[in-house]
């Protein structure tokens, strides 16, 4: 696989099909619970802890399928789906850095919500600064902060995101 420093919509499906990282290796859920259009950076030696740095994206329109259900006519993302697009990106950025194994999310140690992604919002930016990646028997964890950011405006942190990727 070439190591891209972005990723286009069509490519993340890629990846949720199966066909970026080979079988049996990372995947991004498939729509509708994709939660970015598409990753505008990705590098290895970026971020705070020069471990490696993402930026992804996803375009803010009112046919998305959360809106209809939470809440009836009070319509908000759910907080949770900001959350699990962070550890998609966590996990493919394990994925990206050719480690092998299916990826699942493991944990968080703090998520601080300051503000909501709602229909009035263009653009929902999320930007993942890796801490550490540990590698041991069959197993690749990745640890990570985030933020989303709402046109441009942090709404969202979380610290100690953990995923790992399991042979």
């Keep these: 696989m070439e190591k891209k420093s972005s990723y286009t919509y069509k490519e993340l499906i890629s990846c949720g099909n199966g066909e970026l990282f080979g079988p049996g290796n990372a995947k991004l859920p498939l729509p509708p619970m994709l939660m970015f259009d ?86 929902a930016t999320y ?13 690749t964890v990745g640890l990570a902060n985030g933020v989303l950011l709402a046109d441009g405006k942090k709404i969202y942190s979380a610290e100690n995101l953990k995923v790992g990727l399991f042979k």
Excluded: S
Excluded at 44 to 65: C, P, Q, R, T, V
Excluded at 127 to 139: M, N, P, V, Y
């Design 38 to 123: 598409r990753i505008t950076e990705i590098n290895e030696n970026n971020g705070i802890y020069k471990k490696g740095f993402l930026k992804a994206e996803l375009d803010i329109k009112n046919e998305l399928w959360f809106f209809e259900c939470h809440f009836k006519e009070d319509p908000v993302m759910p907080g949770c789906l900001g959350l699990d697009a962070m550890w998609q990106l966590v996990g493919f950025y394990l994925g990206w850095l050719g480690n092998p194994g299916r990826g699942r999310a493991l944990g968080v140690n703090a998520v601080k919500f300051t503000g909501e992604v709602l229909k009035n919002i263009k653009m």
């Design 127 to 139: 930007e993942i600064d890796i801490k550490k990646i540990l590698t041991k028997e069959g197993a």
